[in-house]
């Protein structure tokens, strides 16, 4: 295994999601999802990733933060499809993937994004509230609605199994970067939160909306409405070169404080796994990197 001084570059390509009772493990060239199955057994499927990870799209700051989010929701979704017919479910076609996709935009966009929009508007329009006050206020709204959402999913059981199984994605590349012998045990040892995390980028995201909407400053309804629209883009490709910059400041003091509010918010989306769903990210892990040395 190399050691973190000597793959710190690969290292920040490593990525993850937790998937229905297991884990999809993401690098560079290939990913690795691992399952555990009803009948106790762990089932690993891995696929090969999509050129655009190693394409020159992927170097161009802000520009990459865009497309390779899109690409990675298609990764998401194929990765719970392969969970769920590991638990005897019926596959999701890519038709079926693509439609969940899109609704799921859909529902992001109007409650976190419109929808506070359209109450800062309220404020300013029937209250008498300023530009500026009406932009805060829409920008505290969303990120409120952000924190309660996550609160709230956490309550659902099924979704609580998720977030542990989150937790073991995290604890398993935590232990990687810092050397560590990749076993259950060793592992268990390592912190459920890590700064390259998707709720991170929700986080920062909503933050950085609050200043990025207040600059624009007072606009008509329909505008105000459409400048958000037009605005996510550039939300996330903010977002994703702020997350790469804490990974490049990586333990040094600037790097910590700069990811310590998401790593904060982590605790609403993961929980603290058993061995088992170690277990299982350790098989994922280990197949995703198997697979990316035998096409070096």
């Not at 459409?226 to 333990?251: D, H, K, M, W």
Request: aromatic content about 8%.
């Amino acid at each position: 295994m190399n050691s973190p001084a000597d793959s710190s570059r690969i290292i920040r390509s490593y990525g993850g999601q937790a998937v229905i009772e297991g884990v999809m493990m993401r690098g560079r060239k290939a990913m690795a999802v691992s399952v555990r199955r009803p009948d106790g057994t762990i089932q690993t499927e891995v696929r090969p990733l999509g050129g655009i990870y190693q394409s020159a799209v992927a170097r161009i700051p802000v520009v990459r933060g865009v497309l390779l989010l899109w690409d990675t929701l298609g990764l998401g979704w194929e990765s719970l499809s392969i969970s769920a017919q590991a638990q005897g479910e019926k596959p999701i076609t890519r038709g079926e993937g693509g439609g969940m996709i899109l609704f799921s935009l859909i529902v992001v966009i109007v409650m976190f994004f419109l929808l506070p929009a359209a109450v800062g508007q309220g404020m300013e329009s029937y209250l008498g509230a300023s530009a500026a006050l009406g932009n805060l206020a829409e920008g505290v709204i969303r990120l409120l609605l952000l924190l309660l959402y996550l609160v709230m999913v956490g309550w659902v059981p099924e979704i609580a199994r998720v977030f542990a199984y989150h937790g073991a994605e995290h604890k398993t590349v935590n232990a990687f970067e810092a050397g560590a012998e990749l076993t259950p045990e060793s592992v268990d040892a390592f912190p459920k939160e890590h700064p390259r995390c998707g709720t991170s980028f929700l986080l920062v995201v909503a933050v950085l909306a609050i200043v990025l909407f207040t600059l624009v400053g007072p606009l008509p309804f329909w505008e105000r409405l459409l400048s958000r629209l037009i605005g996510i883009p550039l939300l996330i490709a903010l977002g994703y070169e702020y997350l790469r910059l804490t990974a490049f400041l990586g333990n040094r003091t600037l790097g910590k404080i700069l990811a310590a509010p998401g790593v904060w918010t982590q605790s609403l989306t993961t929980r603290a796994p058993d061995r088992a769903m170690l277990e299982v990210a350790i098989t994922a892990f280990q197949a995703m990197r198997q697979a990316e040395e035998a096409e070096a």
